[in-house]
């Protein structure tokens, strides 16, 4: 029923997507181009839409997390972050990943809102420490499409990985195309 649902609020506000890869119980989401706030609410329509059963948790600063967005955030899987505190989140999120039979984690590289050609590589390490695959998802406003059609599985080349995870987004473009920077 959610996945009816899903499938019918993206369809009445004008959006199409695409799936062409199947879930696996433990991934990491890279989603991009993130240039608006919208990104989180179309990814949570998408991933249902597409069948998705179980919750994606998400990193998201910890500024949201006030009463009553944060019960909000909480429902929706948000894990909050300090930007300002050095933390191990990497290290937490492999444990998360080792320690239950399903855990997915949607991340978006660029980590604002914002032009940000220097792309945090947390997704990467947490894939590859935790040895789950990398699910491209993208959200491309110009064509009013979403869709996850490429896992990637990093190998032992980070800055070609990043490259390629990189140069796959070219394609796409966010809601303010001005904000999203390779």
Request: hydrophobic fraction near 40%.
């Amino acid at each position: 029923m959610k996945q009816k649902i899903c499938s019918f609020i993206l369809r009445l506000i004008g959006w199409n997507y695409k799936i062409s890869v199947e879930l696996p119980n433990k991934a990491v989401f890279c989603v991009a181009p993130h240039t608006s706030n919208w990104d989180l609410l179309l990814g949570e329509l998408l991933y249902f839409a597409v069948g998705g059963k179980r919750k994606v948790s998400f990193f998201i600063k910890k500024e949201w997390f006030v009463f009553p967005l944060n019960y909000f955030f909480n429902f929706l899987g948000g894990i909050p972050v300090n930007r300002q505190k050095r933390s191990s989140l990497v290290d937490q999120m492999i444990d998360e990943f080792n320690s239950r039979d399903y855990f997915c984690l949607a991340v978006t590289p660029e980590a604002t809102r914002k032009p940000n050609p220097n792309w945090k590589r947390g997704f990467y390490y947490i894939a590859k420490g935790a040895n789950v695959p990398i699910i491209l998802v993208y959200l491309d406003y110009s064509k009013k499409m979403a869709g996850v059609e490429q896992i990637f599985v990093p190998t032992d080349d980070e800055d070609a990985d990043i490259q390629f995870v990189k140069t796959y987004y070219t394609a796409f473009k966010g809601r303010y195309p001005e904000n999203f920077a390779i």
